[in-house]
């Protein structure tokens, strides 16, 4: 049976796969998630959704595939990306540039994936001591 740090990796590393897949390939059905209301004429959106797509596909793919000191580089990243993404959240409610009931889910991944990789960082270093 995996290790349940290993578990969480790929947990995490799963969520980042799909999210990134459905903002690289459908950007628009995370912009009605977001409210936009002409998700097809808002080109900045799906330029951005896009990048942030690739991104997280490539680092979701990485905490899959790869092994020794890449992944454990891999691990350690990864509460600073997703703390980071909960902070912008969070932050974008406080100031009301982004409405509670869609802050609110998107605050409950982005902290759900905090604690998965912060998880899977505590076990990767419990295991090297």
Known sequence: MPALGTVFRYALGGI??????????APAVIQK??????PDRNAAAIYGLRL???RTVVIGADLIRLH???LQHAVRSAP?????DTATVLML???KQLPPQMARPLALISGLNTVLAVTAFLAQ???AS
Do not use: K, M, T
């Open 16 to 25: 980042r796969f799909v999210n990134g897949a459905i903002a690289l390939v």
């Open 33 to 38: 998630r977001l409210g936009d209301p002409a």
């Open 52 to 54: 942030f797509g690739v």
């Open 68 to 70: 020794g000191e890449a």
């Open 80 to 84: 600073l990306i997703h703390a980071s």
């Open 93 to 95: 409610q406080r100031n």
């Open 125 to 127: 270093r419990r295991s």
